[in-house]
């Protein structure tokens, strides 16, 4: 299984690292997409990569991006340092990146010039994009059908949105990364009625650990905080409203996972 969501220089996992990324392994989970969340977090996530590079080889890669409540801290200098991150080989797509009206912890013009400086630098350094998306799919649609003959790639992680929305990526070529969100009966319902509108090959998994543990798991830890090796709960939320076996949607999100972000070109 490959983990394509983690916050793994959240302040929650800073005192077991590496008994988490051990659990990890035992669970089946063999790789781990760290997410850049901002300047600061992309250099932090590419540094946990290279720190655990020996004991965890080819376990770790990581994406360099702005997240939209981040927006307002863009500038020229961002960007260069968000280019220079990218040549490293452990990142692997730019992001996060996107727009977020629910918060508007910046600005929607902020956003969207944060959005675009980004998708440029994808476009410039043909790597896939990892984008959020919240309350602004509508104009998130209508800003990457500008890039998307571009772009490499591009994941929507942790979808939650509408089934205008879910088709809206779909008909972009897009793929559709699936937390546990899924696993709540109560907000993950409208999730649940469309995850199975999504072609296997489109699918990709993740927890966004900490955040989203799987309500489905049977003995939750004290602290509820998520971690990668939840991940095989997360597929068993999935296959609960699929078609597929929990095995075969492990397997395949796996091969896309490899796929999308060109994980077996990183291998050494």
């Given at each position: 299984m490959i983990d394509i969501g983690v916050n793994l220089s959240n302040p929650r996992f800073a005192k077991d690292i590496e008994e988490t990324l051990n659990r990890a392994q035992?669970?089946?989970?063999?790789?781990?997409?760290?997410?850049?969340?901002?300047?600061?977090?992309?250099?932090?996530?590419?540094?946990?990569?290279?720190?655990?590079?020996?004991?965890?080889?080819?376990?770790?890669?990581?994406?360099?991006?702005?997240?939209?409540?981040?927006?307002?801290?863009?500038?020229?200098?961002?960007?260069?340092?968000?280019?220079?991150?990218?040549?490293?080989?452990?990142?692997?797509?730019?992001?996060?990146?996107?727009?977020?009206?629910?918060?508007?912890?910046?600005?929607?013009?902020?956003?969207?010039?944060?959005?675009e400086a980004q998708l440029e630098l994808a476009v410039e350094l043909q790597l896939p994009v990892f984008l959020h998306e919240r309350d602004a799919a509508d104009r998130q649609l209508q800003i990457l059908k500008s890039?998307?003959?571009?772009?490499?790639?591009?994941?929507?992680?942790?979808?939650?949105?509408?089934?205008?929305?879910?088709?809206?990526?779909?008909?972009l070529n897009m793929h559709i990364g699936i937390t546990g969100w899924i696993c709540d009966e109560k907000r993950g319902e409208e999730l649940q009625r469309l995850v199975g509108n999504i072609p296997l090959e489109r699918l990709m998994v993740e927890t966004d650990a900490p955040y989203l543990l799987p309500k489905n798991i049977l003995e939750p830890p004290k602290g509820k905080r998520n971690e990668p090796g939840f991940l095989p709960w997360v597929i068993e939320g999935i296959a609960k409203f699929r078609n597929e076996s929990s095995e075969q949607i492990a397997t395949v999100t796996s091969v896309n996972a490899t796929r999308f972000f060109k994980l077996d070109q990183k291998a050494k």
């Open positions: 035992q669970a089946g989970v063999k790789k781990l997409v760290l997410t850049g969340t901002s300047v600061a977090e992309s250099q932090a996530v590419l540094e946990l990569c290279q720190h655990y590079s020996t004991a965890f080889p080819e376990m770790l890669y990581a994406t360099a991006g702005i997240h939209p409540h981040d927006a307002s801290t863009l500038d020229t200098e961002s960007i260069c340092t968000l280019r220079e991150l990218a040549a490293q080989p452990e990142v692997v797509a730019i992001g996060e990146m996107g727009l977020d009206f629910n918060r508007n912890f910046s600005t929607p013009a902020e956003q969207e010039k944060a959005f890039y998307r003959d571009h772009l490499t790639d591009a994941v929507t992680h942790c979808f939650t949105g509408s089934k205008q929305a879910l088709f809206g990526y779909l008909d």
